[in-house]
């Protein structure tokens, strides 16, 4: 199968102040890929998940997300219209579910946007039109079938905030999913799980990839899930990229080795 | 807890009282002498009180202490009790005026509680649903009573023709306060918010020409019944209510109306809060309120969701601010002080923020408290705040702390 560019980072930089946070990065996300961020802490990488997403305004490079002939400049545009216009959905590296929500209510919010137009900005709601009442329907089905794919149906009316941390995190996956974007960019997904619950992550992001063909990108320290599902390794070290390829390229990259390890960089 | 700690405990606690009890209690005004006499032994007995009171709570055992049995036995009332709960109270509302309960003092007062019930509602959708702390809300409620006075002395218009645009007018108000205000948070929020209060009531009292200023606009139509006044006579052409119905007129008929056009709004912006909620807009506002961060990830844009909410809440407040108009008939800005958005607040507070049925209960507490406590003259407003101080001892989140789910999974 021949690979289709999603998502082209060029030159990226950001700086707070004097500090260079990511400087000068390019590196290309392909759909239907995963293609991991990896790095020692401080790297920079969730800097490019924030521009990336529109927390920050990049101060240099452009990010450029193209599927089905369309074209986004993601560094232009406004923090909420990535994900609703662009179809660049995220997740959080420290869970930001909606925790006095029920399960299912935080997988509504995720489909906000349909939800509105379909009752006509909430004034059809208000009336009550069938039209409403539809679409509602249709978004408690979707909800259900990511909850039936994350085994959380039980708990669909159980507030968010009380579940066990490894049922957030896969709460935040598919939240995210249920906005229905084309590219989804996970911020260690796997911190503080075991290694049971990592290996079944793993697995999860694999079947998004493959039954929903769209692109993914994730930022992860636990090497066991990176080696195993991605399909491209991008390593970056004191905001620059040092090294980018599959994973076994990678893994014996001299660069990356003495980066990870710390090592005088041989010559 | 050893002696020596209980004394210490009791100790501090006189010492307390004594701080407050000093200017509270020492001094009292008078219209001869100074101005003033000293009370200085009701000082001593009050710390005396504090102290030997502090000192025998500490002696009553752990198991036999109240607060935990306030807290057991008033658990959480849900589902079909908040129903029943709130389908009694709306037939006691309706029932109340022919009641032997109903006399002129009540339904009057019952009307205030209405109104600051629909006052509860309306600020329970920003600061309950929104989570924006808003300190100012009173704004709107002056909007909407100004608006509806200031139609009515220019251009003649009814309450009923006014009622809507009180309504939009308010809402406006409350989008063009949120347009600045959309960056800000929490606490800078809330001195905004209180900031705009402060403005609304300083333009209301100086701008004379328009306003009135401090003398306020009399003489403020009161509703009528479809079209017809309620009135001992009425000029050519006007059929009066009484006329209509060959009943002799009375002062108390025009009360019930106002009571239950009150109660009839009441109950239609419950209906309207409740289907909010489970519209996307309604769980929108509360997801910003658990976290924008999120919200933004999600495609929702901050902006909006708080736009829509001040402009909800705002419309709310404008209505409740057109019938205090018709219910007092005069109205000056010394009725729309930092006072009432501190009292609608404690309304949302002290009634659970969210619920539709706390802050009713709350609303109703709150405004006929200080009427019960007129007895007690002076001391009202301390009773008052004691009886605040309980309740927040007893129900640290609110009367009703829970929260019924916008939808569920298998629902028709």
Redesign the interface.
């Known amino acids: 199968m021949n690979r289709e560019a999603l998502l082209e980072v060029e030159n990226l930089s950001m700086r707070f102040g004097g500090v260079v946070a990511v400087d000068g990065i390019s590196f290309t996300a392909y759909g239907r890929e995963i293609t991991a961020i990896i790095g020692p802490n401080g790297a920079g990488k969730t800097t490019v998940f924030n521009c990336l997403?529109?927390?920050y305004r990049p101060t240099g490079g452009s990010l450029v997300l193209t599927y089905d002939g369309k074209t986004f400049r993601l560094e232009r545009l406004r923090?909420?219209?990535?994900?609703?216009?662009a179809g660049v959905?995220?997740t959080?590296q420290n869970v930001?579910?909606?925790?006095?929500?029920?399960v299912?209510?935080n997988l509504?919010?995720?489909q906000?946007?349909v939800?509105?137009r379909a009752?006509y900005y909430?004034f059809g709601?208000?009336l009550g039109l069938k039209r409403?009442h539809d679409a509602?329907r249709a978004a408690?089905a979707r909800?259900?079938e990511w909850?039936d794919m994350i085994g959380l149906?039980d708990r669909?009316?159980e507030v968010a905030g009380n579940l066990p941390y490894g049922a957030q995190r896969r709460l935040e996956i598919v939240?995210?999913m249920c906005?229905g974007p084309r590219l989804l960019c996970v911020d260690e997904p796997a911190a503080g799980l075991n290694p049971h619950e990592s290996a079944d992550l793993a697995r999860f992001l694999v079947t998004i990839r493959d039954r929903f063909g769209i692109g993914v990108l994730l930022i992860e320290h636990d090497m066991s899930v990176v080696m195993g599902i991605s399909d491209h390794v991008i390593v970056l070290n004191h905001g620059q990229k040092i090294a980018d390829g599959s994973a076994g390229e990678v893994r014996n990259d001299p660069t990356v080795i003495a980066a990870y390890l710390g090592e005088e960089e041989a010559a | 807890m050893g002696a020596a700690q209980r004394f210490k405990d009791a100790g501090f606690t006189a010492l307390i009282a004594l701080a407050l009890a000093f200017p509270l209690l020492g001094f009292q005004t008078t219209d001869t002498g100074d101005g003033y006499i000293t009370r200085f032994n009701w000082v001593a007995i009050a710390t005396a009180a504090a102290f030997v009171v502090r000192l025998l709570l500490s002696l009553v055992p752990q198991r036999f202490r109240l607060h935990q049995y306030a807290t057991r036995y008033t658990a959480l009332p849900q589902g079909k009790i908040i129903t029943l709960v709130a389908g009694a109270l709306i037939l006691f509302s309706i029932l109340l005026p022919i009641s032997p309960l109903g006399s002129r003092r009540t339904i009057d007062l019952a009307t205030l509680a209405l109104i600051y019930v629909i006052l509860g509602w309306g600020l329970n959708i920003v600061v309950g649903l929104a989570g924006l702390l808003d300190l100012g809300y009173v704004a709107f409620y002056a909007v909407g009573a100004y608006s509806f006075a200031l139609a009515a002395e220019w251009y003649g218009l009814s309450f009923w023709e006014m009622l809507p645009f009180a309504g939009l007018i308010a809402s406006a108000a409350g989008f063009l306060l949120g347009l600045p205000v959309l960056r800000l948070r929490g606490d800078y929020l809330a001195i905004v918010t209180l900031g705009f209060g402060e403005i609304v009531r300083i333009v209301l009292n100086n701008w004379s020409p328009v306003t009135g200023g401090p003398n306020g606009i009399g003489d403020i139509p009161r509703p009528t019944v479809f079209g017809m006044p309620i009135s001992p006579g009425a000029p050519e052409g006007v059929t009066t209510f009484n006329h209509f119905f060959g009943i002799a007129y009375d002062p108390l008929q025009r009360l019930i109306w106002l009571y239950y056009v009150c109660l009839a709004a009441a109950l239609v912006i419950n209906w309207?809060s409740l289907?909010?909620r489970?519209?996307?807009?309604g769980?929108?506002w509360?997801?910003l309120?658990?976290?924008e961060?999120?919200?933004?990830?999600?495609?929702?844009?901050?902006h909006t969701i708080k736009l829509t909410a001040f402009a909800t809440g705002a419309m709310i407040g404008g209505f409740a601010g057109a019938m205090f108009a018709a219910k007092q008939g005069f109205i000056s800005p010394e009725s729309f002080n930092f006072q009432e958005s501190a009292t609608v607040l404690s309304i949302v507070v002290l009634g659970g923020m969210g619920s539709q049925l706390g802050v009713a209960i709350a609303a109703v507490i709150l405004a006929t408290l200080p009427e019960f406590g007129r007895e007690f003259a002076q001391y009202r407003m301390l009773l008052f705040g004691a009886a605040m101080v309980a309740i927040m001892i007893w129900r640290p989140r609110g009367l009703f702390t829970v929260?019924a789910?916008?939808?569920?999974?298998d629902?028709p």
């Open positions: 997403t529109g927390f923090g909420h219209r990535i994900a609703r216009d959905a995220r959080f930001r579910l909606f925790a006095g929500m029920t299912l209510e509504m919010v995720a906000h946007a939800l509105t009752s909430n709601g208000l409403h509602e408690i909800a259900r909850l149906t669909a009316d939240r995210a906005t | 309207f289907r909010i489970r519209l996307p807009v769980r929108a509360e997801a309120r658990e976290d961060i999120a919200c933004r990830a999600l495609g929702l844009n901050p929260r789910p916008s939808v569920r999974l629902q």
